[in-house]
Structures are given as C-alpha cells and as structure tokens.
C-alpha cells in the first residue's frame, strides 16, 4: 500500500499570528491619529487662509480709499468755477501761482499744476515739480481723460504717481486739466498699517513690478491677489505655509505617542515571528536583487500558506521578465528596419573601438549615406526607400567582418567602424560596398539612380579624441565628398580619390 509523503515542514498560519495584532492596531491607531490630525490640518489651513483674505481685503479697502480722496479732490479742483476763468483767461503767471498756491495747501502732494489741452505744463515745471517723463505722459491724446494713476519711479527718494483731471467748459469741451502728483510714500503707509507679523503685503502694477511692499516670505507660501479697480495694479497678500497650529500640536504628540505604543507592541510581535518571516523576506528581496542584477533568480520557498500563492506569482513573473528583458535589450541595440545595430549600440561599442585605437591598432571610421535618396523617396515612393535602406544594410552586414561594425544612425546615415585597415584597404573596401550595393539594387529589381557618399577619418588621430570629434570628421570628409560630385570616399586628411580611377 502506496503512502502519501508527510510534508517535514507543516506550513504555519500567519493570520492566526495576527489575528490578535490586528484587533490591538486597529483600535489604538485607525480611531486616534490619522482621521483627527487631518480634520485638524484642513481646519487649521482654512482659518490661515481666512486670515490672509481678511487682511488683504482690509489693505484693499485702504488703498482704494486713499485713491478715491485724491481722485474726489482732484476732480473736485477740476469743478471749480473760477478755476475755469483761470484757464480761459488768468496769464501763465497767474496759473502758476494758483498751482503754487494749492501745493502748500496741500503737504503730503509731491507736485501740481495746470496743464494745457495738449497736457503742456502751464507755468515752470521745475516749480510746480513736474518731472521729464510726467510732462511726456500728459502729452499723449487720452491723458485728460485717463483716470488710471501714472507710476513714476525714475528718480531715487520721488517716486510718486499722476493723477490728472480734465476741466470742461459747460458744454463739456476740455480747455485743459489739473495735474496731481502723490507720492508713493502715501500707499507704503496704508501697507504698513495692515501688515500682519508673519506676512507680506505687495502692491505690483500691470507689468508685475513692485509698487510698494512691506514683509517677505521664504520658502512655501499660501497667496492672495486682490486687483485695485481703476489701476491695473494687483495686490498680493503671501503667509507662510504652517502645517502646525498649537492643537495640532497636540495632536501630533498624542499620536506620536500612541503611535510609540503601537510600535512597541509590533515590534514584541515581531521578535517572536522574525526567524520565520524574515527569512521569506530575505529569500523575496534577494530574488528581486537577482531579476534587476539580470542574474539567476533564486526561488521563493515561503514558509507561511499565505504567501505560497504570491511567491509563485513572483517566480513566474521573475521568469518572464528575464526573458522579456533579454528580448527588450536586444531589440534597444537593433534598428527595427534594417536589422543592423541602432546609434545607441555603435555609442555603446565606441569606446572599445577607441581603446583598440590607442593600442596604436589602425581602426576607421567611416559616415556614409546614399546620394539623392530624398529624390527617390519623393519620385518611387517611401516604399522604395525602404528598400534601398535594406539592400545597404544587406551589403554592410556581407562586408564587414566580426571585428567590425555596421551601424544605422538615422534616416539614410550609416557608420561602420574598420578594424586593421589601412588607407588603400579603406578604398577598397568602400569599392567593393558599392558593387555590392549595386548587385543588391539589381537583385530586387530597383532601378533607381542613387550611390554611395562617404566619409572616412582615424580613431585616435586627434588628442583626447571622442566619438563626437571622430563623427564631425568624418561628416566634414563626407561633405566633401557630396562636394565633389558624390559617389565617393574621402578620407579625413587624404586628397579624394576619383572613382573612375
């Protein structure tokens, strides 16, 4: 009677070891800690963002307040009745000296003066304080009827924005406008007064640059944009990014704590299970460590019945990929039209070729491409092109031996790196590739007018020489060629040879 072998090792339960684990977590940390601190980080990060939408809206109010008062004064000026008479019949003395006039009346204004229709300053510009680039602003066709404030900022310690006002006969035509400068020291002190500790407040104009600003923050920042109508400027209130309020402190220390407690009883647990578990965890990792080493996978024997089904599932994967992998690489090195190596398997096999080179063995660098190919892509067809690609790739993989390589860098280039020849074996070789290439033309009935262009250059001829240098040689050689008529191989530092001789 025919027994059925005991197993030696019965597999242990793992859920039975647990069981108990997961009843002590699950109510020490699922309840305590994760779903309290962050209810407690999205309240804590509403309320700071709260606080920067309050302050910037209080910045805005200010700002807008200060802008309407110098706006409502100048307009006001602008109404007056015997400012009118002044403009159509007062001298530029007399203008002149009501703007000074309304100056000392008027402390925290950098300058004021009446202008012309034309925004032409009534009086002296240097004493009614009225810079360069002010006048240039005033004279442009909309400027009586832009409310926008006009930033200055050329002058260090006078920065100061225009405000100008149009004033109107009664029929509403313009017989000129009264001109206000204010300076930007009047919108710092608004920014000062609002500003928070922590944050920044900056008021930019339509281009982005600063206006004025008090604060910085570094680092990560929550921000609020906020645009002062009328302007074109933007305010910006920014506030550094906390995570932690003083609850959430707490918080997180009571689930450091309560965390350290659920540590300790994992890792009690852990020291009664290790021998067993950690030699299935060793014996994954280091299966793992051998598939990315693309070295022989070890098999997973698990001692648990629960991981019995994953571990096969990893060594069946891990088989797979080694076989995927070996075809995945051979297919990265390979160009899929032509068969040949691929530019990133001839930059791969460069520096044994220049090792070999520095050996004082003679190898060449030959860049070649097929004359007209263009030509005869746009009259037979890619089709035919293709073809033509495929009877230069057969002809390369006959003519060049173990030692060397053939490869397809793009479109119709090609490299070949010789090994052991000389100048005249150079020709000789690219003579017998044409007859070749020729024979392959014929063979798949191809009648197309097309040849051969090459160029050829030494590895290790210059000092220090790379794969770049060696391909800019030989491109410039193989320019040359094309040059001279094409159909044939010039050799970096040789004449070209004819190739009817």
Same mark, same amino acid.
């Given at each position: 009677?025919?027994? $059925?072998?005991?197993?030696?090792?019965?597999?242990?339960?793992?859920?039975? !070891?647990?069981?108990?684990?997961?009843?002590?977590? %699950?109510?020490?940390?699922?309840?305590?800690?994760?779903?309290?601190?962050?209810?407690?980080?999205?309240?804590? @990060?509403?309320?700071?963002?709260?606080?920067?939408?309050?302050?910037?809206?209080?910045?805005?109010? @200010?700002?807008?307040?200060?802008?309407?008062?110098? !706006?409502?004064?100048?307009?006001?000026?602008?109404?007056?009745?015997?400012?009118?008479?002044?403009?159509?019949?007062?001298?530029?003395?007399?203008?002149?000296?009501?703007?000074?006039?309304?100056?000392?009346?008027?402390?925290?204004?950098?300058?004021?003066?009446?202008?012309?229709?034309?925004?032409?300053?009534?009086?002296?510009?240097?004493?009614?304080?009225?810079?360069?680039?002010?006048?240039?602003?005033?004279?442009?066709?909309?400027?009586?009827?832009?409310?926008?404030?006009?930033?200055?900022?050329?002058? %260090?310690?006078?920065?100061?924005? &225009?405000?100008?006002?149009?004033?109107?006969?009664?029929?509403?035509?313009?017989? #000129?406008?009264?001109?206000?400068?204010?300076?930007?020291? *009047?919108?710092?002190?608004?920014?000062?007064?609002?500003?928070?500790?922590?944050?920044?407040?900056?008021?930019? &104009?339509?281009?982005?640059?600063?206006?004025?600003? *008090?604060?910085?923050?570094?680092?990560?920042?929550?921000?609020?944009?906020?645009?002062?109508?009328?302007? #074109?400027?933007?305010?910006?209130?920014?506030?550094?990014?906390?995570?932690?309020?003083?609850?959430?402190?707490?918080?997180?220390?009571?689930?450091? /704590?309560?965390?350290?407690?659920?540590?300790?009883?994992?890792?009690?647990?852990?020291?009664?299970?290790?021998?067993?578990?950690?030699?299935?965890? $060793?014996?994954?990792?280091?299966?793992?460590?051998?598939?990315?080493? &693309?070295?022989?996978?070890?098999?997973?024997?698990?001692?648990?019945?629960?991981?019995?089904?994953?571990?096969?599932?990893? +060594?069946?994967?891990?088989?797979?990929?080694?076989?995927?992998?070996?075809?995945?690489?051979?297919?990265?090195?390979?160009?899929?039209?032509?068969? /040949?190596?691929?530019?990133?398997?001839?930059?791969? !096999?460069?520096?044994?070729?220049?090792?070999?080179?520095?050996?004082?063995?003679?190898?060449?660098?030959?860049?070649?491409?097929?004359?007209?190919?263009?030509?005869? +892509?746009?009259?037979?067809?890619?089709? =035919?092109?293709?073809?033509?690609?495929?009877?230069?790739?057969?002809?390369?993989?006959?003519?060049?031996?173990?030692?060397?390589?053939?490869?397809?860098?793009?479109?119709?280039?090609?490299?070949?790196?010789?090994?052991? /020849?000389?100048?005249?074996?150079?020709?000789?070789?690219? *003579?017998?590739?044409?007859?070749?290439?020729?024979?392959?033309?014929?063979?798949?009935?191809?009648? =197309?007018?097309?040849? /051969? @262009?090459? #160029?050829?250059?030494?590895?290790?001829?210059?000092?220090?020489?790379?794969? +770049?240098?060696?391909?800019?040689?030989?491109?410039?050689?193989?320019? *040359?060629?094309?040059?001279?008529?094409?159909?044939?191989?010039?050799? &970096?530092?040789?004449?070209?040879?004819?190739?009817?001789?």
């Amino acid at each position: 009677m025919s027994t $059925v072998p005991s197993n030696p090792r019965p597999s242990a339960s793992l859920k039975r !070891h647990f069981l108990w684990l997961l009843l002590s977590v %699950a109510g020490l940390f699922a309840a305590g800690i994760a779903l309290s601190l962050w209810f407690s980080l999205q309240a804590s @990060s509403q309320t700071q963002q709260r606080l920067l939408e309050l302050e910037a809206t209080q910045a805005r109010v @200010s700002l807008i307040r200060l802008l309407d008062y110098y !706006h409502t004064l100048i307009e006001n000026t602008a109404r007056d009745p015997e400012l009118l008479d002044l403009m159509r019949l007062g001298s530029v003395e007399e203008q002149q000296q009501w703007a000074i006039s309304r100056q000392r009346l008027l402390p925290d204004l950098l300058g004021l003066a009446l202008v012309n229709p034309q925004g032409g300053v009534l009086g002296e510009a240097v004493a009614l304080r009225v810079g360069p680039r002010c006048q240039q602003d005033m004279q442009r066709a909309d400027t009586l009827t832009d409310t926008r404030p006009l930033l200055h900022r050329e002058v %260090a310690g006078l920065e100061h924005f &225009d405000l100008v006002s149009a004033v109107r006969e009664t029929g509403g035509e313009i017989v #000129g406008g009264v001109f206000l400068s204010v300076r930007l020291t *009047q919108l710092q002190r608004v920014i000062d007064d609002t500003l928070h500790p922590d944050h920044a407040l900056i008021l930019v &104009d339509a281009a982005g640059s600063t206006i004025v600003r *008090q604060g910085e923050v570094k680092g990560a920042l929550q921000e609020v944009r906020l645009d002062i109508p009328g302007t #074109g400027w933007t305010l910006l209130a920014q506030s550094p990014v906390r995570l932690f309020t003083r609850g959430s402190e707490m918080q997180v220390l009571a689930g450091l /704590l309560t965390l350290g407690a659920v540590l300790l009883l994992l890792g009690v647990t852990m020291l009664r299970l290790r021998r067993t578990m950690l030699r299935d965890i $060793v014996s994954t990792r280091d299966a793992m460590t051998a598939l990315a080493r &693309d070295e022989a996978v070890p098999a997973i024997m698990p001692h648990y019945i629960e991981f019995e089904p994953a571990a096969a599932d990893i +060594n069946l994967i891990a088989r797979h990929l080694q076989e995927q992998h070996a075809r995945l690489e051979h297919l990265s090195l390979t160009d899929p039209l032509t068969g /040949l190596p691929n530019r990133r398997a001839f930059e791969i !096999h460069f520096p044994q070729a220049l090792g070999l080179a520095d050996r004082q063995h003679p190898v060449a660098l030959v860049l070649l491409d097929i004359d007209y190919f263009k030509a005869v +892509n746009d009259r037979y067809g890619h089709g =035919v092109g293709d073809q033509v690609l495929l009877a230069l790739a057969q002809s390369l993989k006959e003519l060049t031996r173990r030692a060397d390589l053939a490869a397809r860098l793009a479109g119709d280039e090609f490299v070949v790196l010789l090994a052991g /020849l000389d100048a005249a074996g150079g020709d000789a070789w690219y *003579q017998r590739l044409t007859d070749h290439f020729r024979s392959e033309l014929n063979a798949l009935g191809l009648d =197309v007018q097309t040849s /051969l @262009s090459a #160029g050829q250059t030494w590895l290790g001829s210059a000092p220090g020489d790379t794969m +770049n240098a060696a391909l800019a040689r030989a491109d410039r050689a193989l320019y *040359q060629a094309k040059a001279l008529g094409r159909g044939r191989l010039v050799q &970096d530092g040789l004449p070209a040879a004819d190739p009817a001789e």
